[in-house]
């Protein structure tokens, strides 16, 4: 009876839009020009119900799923904040690197010894042959720090002590990524007249695989002992003139990757002292206080003039 009234009532709604689908649908279903019948009449009522309900899902699940679209089109993913917040990050990480680059440059920058006046030259050019009668200049070690000692193979005690000393400091740096294979340990002989390549060769075999001996003319020897302040002087045992000894200075020089002196150090350096200072120049981490005692740089000394026969 409600439905009954219910349709009987459309009809006579005022001013309803035709256009509206739920007048229009009535209309459609229930002034046809073949009238429903009585019995028809609520089916059609609830299928009516079915429809409507239908379409007003249809087009807010549509709605919904245009704004969500819409949404994920003007947000995306990476949107204007997470640039930024990335950008920020970015910039601040680049800064803090580029802060600790710098200090790092100004330590080692600090570490090498200006050129001053009443400061001796330590170092310079040469022109030697290695152990393997290859012919090496202090440019064939560019790149590199040198440890160099000047000794040579026939020295009963001083000089197998001190190379037992380098190869220790030398095996320990090549354990450390950090200073690894960047040192380059040379033995420079001071008796070139019995020190020739084969005899650097066979003595060096000994001590450590990555030390290299160099010998050269006895003219070529003075001249670099020279440009070193290496001081030697060869004391005859008897009457024969092979037969000597040669009294020397004993102490390593490190030169920097340019060639240019770094610091000395002395018998009274032990192995541990030597390595971590070595260790502060690599890394750039020496001050005034790495440089050894009396070395060049914190206060002046005098070193003895070059001798030798």
Not at 160 to 176: F, G, Q, S, Y
Not at 187 to 201: A, Y
């Given at each position: 009876a409600l439905t009954m009234a219910w349709v009987r009532f459309v009809p006579a709604l005022p001013k309803i839009s035709t256009d509206m689908p739920f007048v229009s649908c009535s209309k459609r279903l229930f002034h046809s020009q073949a009238p429903l019948s009585s019995s028809l009449r609520p089916a059609a009522s609830r299928q009516f119900l079915r429809q409507g309900l239908l379409q007003s899902q249809h087009r807010t699940f549509s709605q919904n799923a245009a704004k969500s679209r819409k949404s994920f089109r003007t947000r995306g993913p990476i949107t204007w904040t997470s640039v930024g917040a990335l950008c920020v990050v970015g910039g601040g990480c680049l800064y803090y690197y580029s802060l600790k680059e710098q200090e790092r440059y100004e330590r080692m920058t600090a570490t090498k010894l200006e050129q001053g006046l009443g400061k001796p030259t330590i170092g310079g050019p040469f022109r030697l042959v290695d152990h393997n009668g290859q012919m090496k200049t202090n440019d064939s070690f560019k790149g590199k720090w040198m440890l160099i000692y000047f000794g040579f193979t026939y020295?009963?005690?001083?000089?197998?002590?001190?190379?037992?000393?380098?190869?220790?400091?030398?095996?320990?740096?090549?354990?450390?990524p950090e200073t690894a294979y960047k040192v380059e340990p040379l033995?420079?002989?001071?008796?070139?007249?019995?020190?020739?390549?084969?005899?650097?060769?066979d003595y060096l075999s000994d001590w450590h695989p990555r030390m290299l001996g160099l010998t050269g003319t006895p003219g070529d020897i003075r001249d670099v002992c020279k440009a070193y302040r290496v001081y030697f002087n060869k004391a005859v045992l008897g009457s024969d003139p092979t037969e000597y000894l040669i009294d020397h200075s004993i102490m390593f020089y490190l030169m920097d990757p340019d060639g240019e002196f770094a610091d000395y150090f002395g018998k009274s350096l032990t192995p541990d002292e030597i390595h971590d200072k070595i260790t502060k120049y690599i890394t750039g981490t020496a001050d005034a206080s790495t440089h050894s005692d009396s070395s060049i740089g914190t206060k002046e000394v005098v070193l003895p003039e070059t001798t030798g026969a």
């Open positions: 020295c009963p005690d001083i000089c197998p002590n001190e190379l037992m000393r380098m190869a220790d400091v030398v095996t320990r740096l090549d354990a450390n033995l420079i002989t001071i008796d070139p007249e019995r020190d020739g390549p084969n005899q650097l060769k």
